[in-house]
């Protein structure tokens, strides 16, 4: 795409705001529009972990190439937004749960990716406030974690200082084709001619890809959070049970924040998440069996977010498959706030260079157009599931 080309990115969360600044870098004209204010949705409420193992096979190129962008945040814009290398602590309860460490650790490695095995005594012996429960772990020590509330408004900041503009509680109403180009309608009344659209919308990402004959099962959902009263310092890592029941962190203020499966309901029309108290209360109880020292550790706010899922637990990325010019970056499932740079990287690939090294075929809405295959983390990660109806209990 030549130089003084106009590209207009729809949505302000991560991705968008990343794609905005890697746009603004090539000395491209990007405008970033978002009903509401920037991070304001999942993007700022999700659990803030950049965490490597565990992936999806086909997602190790775009999470590294991501991985290298969160380590240099400061450079890029300005402000570390709480970027810590603080290692990833995966546990494992059971013969099984370890059997699947293993099988990780392995995918994980094959792409380059350094993990520790950590026996029963081993854990404790490094991370002495470890229950009892758990009997093995792995550990990589390159994840890390940022502070969600910071990273889209600070990286909205830097894209806007390379000359981006940034048009917040504006909604686009409308986007059709004009000529080789589009016209995006907003609510405002302002009409922006353009050479190029990105549809990084989150869970409202399909009212575009339908307008241009495209579709994908999204629902929307969301993990139930906690946070703890401030607490003696303890816990360094990010840790998660490979079950997913818990994934808690401490940050150096002393909380302890806390995600877990399964998930929630989250109302994208009604712009609601809320957290059934009961899954506070099991959260609470998942947590103290593998740090039980926080059994009277007092809970001080609780949220959710919404966030847009696919029923085989991948997002949507890349060109549209009828539309040249319009690009899709949604329904990351729970796991975009890690990949989110990488996916930006991606979409200037396409939108400059016309192609991207990183293979992103597995993503393609085109998938969509015959059944896929239902992913068993469905079942693990949501409860009362209708994906059919496109709601999560």
């Not at 009409?191 to 579709?215: P, R």
Request: net charge neutral; charged share 20%; hydrophobic share 40%.
């Amino acid at each position: 795409m030549t130089r003084g080309a106009k590209i207009v990115v729809v949505g302000g969360g991560l991705i968008g705001t990343w794609t905005a600044l890697l746009i603004a870098k090539r000395g491209l004209d990007v405008i970033l529009i978002d009903k509401g204010v920037v991070g304001a949705q999942s993007s700022g409420v999700n659990f803030g972990n950049l965490r490597l193992q565990g992936r999806h096979p086909g997602q190790y190129p775009l999470s590294l190439r991501s991985q290298a962008l969160w380590e240099n945040i400061d450079e890029l814009i300005g402000d570390r937004c709480e970027f810590e290398r603080t290692g990833h602590l995966y546990v494992a309860m059971n013969d099984a749960e370890q059997a699947k460490l293993e099988q990780h650790a392995r995918v994980a490695e094959s792409h380059g990716l350094a993990i520790e095995r950590i026996d029963r005594d081993e854990l404790r012996r490094r991370w002495p406030w470890v229950g009892e429960s758990p009997q093995a772990a792995t550990y990589s020590a390159r994840d890390a974690t940022a502070n969600p509330r910071l990273v889209s408004v600070a990286v909205a900041r830097a894209a806007q200082r390379l000359g981006a503009e940034v048009l917040e509680n504006t909604r686009v109403t409308q986007v059709h084709r004009n000529g080789a180009g589009f016209i995006v309608k907003s609510d405002t009344g302002r009409m922006i001619d353009c050479d190029a659209v990105v549809n990084s919308a989150g869970a409202w990402a399909l009212t575009i890809a339908e307008a241009f004959g495209e579709t994908a099962p999204m629902f929307a959902a969301g993990p139930p959070q906690f946070v703890t009263e401030p607490l003696p310092y303890r816990i360094t890592p990010s840790v998660q049970a490979v079950d997913g029941s818990a994934i808690f962190r401490q940050v150096p203020r002393g909380n302890v924040i806390f995600a877990g499966y399964p998930r929630t309901a989250a109302d994208p029309v009604l712009n609601r998440a809320p957290v059934p108290p009961v899954k506070t209360l099991n959260g609470m109880r998942n947590l103290m069996t593998i740090a039980p020292f926080l059994k009277s550790a007092q809970v001080i706010r609780v949220w959710s977010g919404i966030e847009g899922y696919l029923p085989d637990m991948l997002p949507v990325i890349g060109e549209s498959e009828k539309t040249s010019g319009l690009y899709h970056a949604f329904g990351f499932c729970g796991h975009g706030f890690q990949i989110g740079p990488g996916v930006a990287a991606v979409l200037v690939d396409l939108i400059v260079e016309g192609k991207t090294d990183t293979p992103i075929d597995i993503f393609s809405i085109s998938r969509f157009k015959n059944a896929v295959q239902v992913s068993d983390k469905l079942a693990r990660e949501f409860d009362g599931l209708v994906v059919a109806s496109g709601r999560a209990g």
